[in-house]
């Protein structure tokens, strides 16, 4: 089994920042990517920020970019994300995404249980 923990959503005031952690556990044998998705109301999901664990290749959605920062600690299998400038836009449910290699079994993709942020203007 593997599992995500997330942390860090919480309330901002529209310019302020957030930092939301979100580390793996279980019977990981790799990790091969981890990003974070959002939803708001009434929205579909969609893919924020990703890292591959190896290549350090790195994608961000263009309305985030310069504002959202994505990193990794390969050590914890923890990726973070550093959110400054936020916006009432960036308000939703965030979700931590992983595509991890287990110990025993196939490639997988898991997600976390979602941590809402909320920017008010």
């Known amino acids: 089994q593997v599992q995500l923990v997330e942390s860090g959503g919480g309330l901002v005031q529209a310019g302020g920042s957030l930092r939301l952690s979100c580390a793996a556990s279980?019977?990981?044998?790799?990790?091969?990517?981890m990003g974070w998705y959002r939803q708001a109301p009434g929205k579909q999901r969609e893919l924020v920020a990703s890292i591959t664990w190896g290549g350090n290749n790195i994608y961000y959605k263009d309305s985030v970019k310069g504002r959202f920062t994505i990193s990794r600690d390969n050590a914890k299998n923890t990726v973070y994300l550093q959110m400054n400038s936020l916006k009432p836009e960036d308000t939703a449910d965030y979700y931590c995404?992983?595509?991890?290699?287990?110990?025993?079994?196939?490639?997988?993709?898991?997600w976390g249980q979602g941590t809402q942020v909320t920017v008010s203007s």
């Open positions: 995404n992983a595509d991890i290699k287990r110990v025993y079994g196939p490639d997988a993709e898991y």
């Open positions: 279980g019977s990981i044998f790799r990790i091969n990517a």
